[in-house]
């Protein structure tokens, strides 16, 4: 799909400066714009690259001015780096804006859907699902018998989204993500055998949850697994079975999280964080890449270390862990002047 300068600049509220009717089909960063690409320039370290990019159009700030010759067609906007980023979203929106039942598929005759509807290939929708409005399915994806989906929802290829599943609107779940599997719940006899714990609730997503690729949501042995509105998840977390994450929650790439635990709203987790369960981590909680986490945790701790503690006093320590070898030395020799 081609766009021109001045319909790019009627989105963006800018002005053209050069030819409006030059056309462009793709995105470039600006050292690596070829003719027909649309870049930006926001950042005064990347200035120079502006004189020699060959992309087609260039947005910049309104206070850019020219100090040599260029052969880009210029929309000079208020902000240039915001500019690009409405436009990314924009590109985005009708890039995913397929709409259809592709086949083969299956679409059980008891499932609801609204309006805009895209269902690809080679996938499968349950018994007595309901669809919202604008809501996009992509090829190879399962979604699971009595499943609510909210308007605006993306589910990516090769999802799973399991029976009883309740997604929100606005949700995205990317390719590989399996939303309520089994928890881990088994119960060994007294000779050890282990027997499954049925796992009969569910897991509810609310509004505007991101679902990386490969990441997986247990649903609760009774009651819900619940991500509350705004999470964004990583690739590759493991959330276990009645977890509970709150409001704008941000979780980093092959964090586990071991059932029955409870975090708080606006908490930021680095990647490869482990949460022991039926732990309470309370709002506005950082917890540094790594970390290993087994008690509860106050409001606005912020910390590190396996197990952790907190985050300046880790630094602290690991100043004199470094040294350890030295200082081992010199008790050595106190001990061999007090003989």
Do not use: W
Not at 130 to 137: A, H, L, S
Not at 159 to 181: L, M, N, P
Not at 266 to 293: F, P, T, Y
């Amino acid at each position: 799909m081609k766009f021109t300068a001045e319909q790019i600049a009627g989105i963006l509220e800018g002005e053209v400066v050069g030819n409006p009717n030059a056309e462009v089909s793709r995105l470039s960063k600006i050292e690596e714009g070829t003719e027909g690409s649309l870049t930006f320039l926001a950042n005064p370290k990347y200035v120079n690259f502006i004189y020699d990019t060959k992309a087609t159009i260039t947005i910049v700030n309104q206070t850019f001015v020219p100090e040599n010759e260029i052969s880009t067609t210029l929309i000079k906007v208020e902000d240039a780096y915001k500019s690009f980023s409405k436009l990314l979203e924009f590109y985005n929106q009708i890039k995913l804006n397929k709409v259809g039942i592709e086949v083969p598929c299956v679409l059980a005759e008891s499932s609801k859907h609204g309006e805009n509807f895209y269902l690809g290939s080679f996938s499968y929708v349950g018994e007595n699902v309901i669809i919202g409005n604008n809501v996009k399915i992509y090829p190879n994806s399962f979604i699971g018998d009595n499943v609510k989906i909210g308007d605006n929802t993306i589910i990516f290829a090769g999802a799973k989204v399991y029976s009883e599943t309740e997604i929100g609107k606005g949700c995205t779940i990317h390719s590989g993500a399996i939303v309520g599997a089994d928890g881990f719940g088994f119960a060994p006899n007294e000779e050890g055998v282990y027997s499954k714990v049925p796992q009969i609730g569910n897991v509810i997503l609310e509004d505007n949850v991101d679902v990386g690729a490969c990441t997986t949501i247990d649903r609760a042995t009774l009651g819900s697994t619940i991500i509350r509105k705004g999470v964004k998840l990583d690739n590759q977390i493991q959330i276990a079975h009645n977890v509970e994450i709150g409001e704008n929650t941000v979780i980093a790439a092959q964090t586990g999280i071991a059932g029955s635990t409870k975090i708080g709203k606006s908490c930021m987790i680095g990647g490869q964080v482990g949460i022991a369960g039926h732990l309470i981590i309370g709002n506005g909680v950082r917890i540094q890449a790594q970390s290993g986490v087994g008690r509860n945790i106050k409001d606005h701790e912020t910390l590190q270390g396996s197990p952790t503690f907190g985050y300046s006093d880790f630094n602290k320590s690991y100043v004199h862990f470094k040294n350890l070898p030295k200082i081992v030395s010199e008790i050595e020799e106190l001990k061999k002047k007090n003989k």
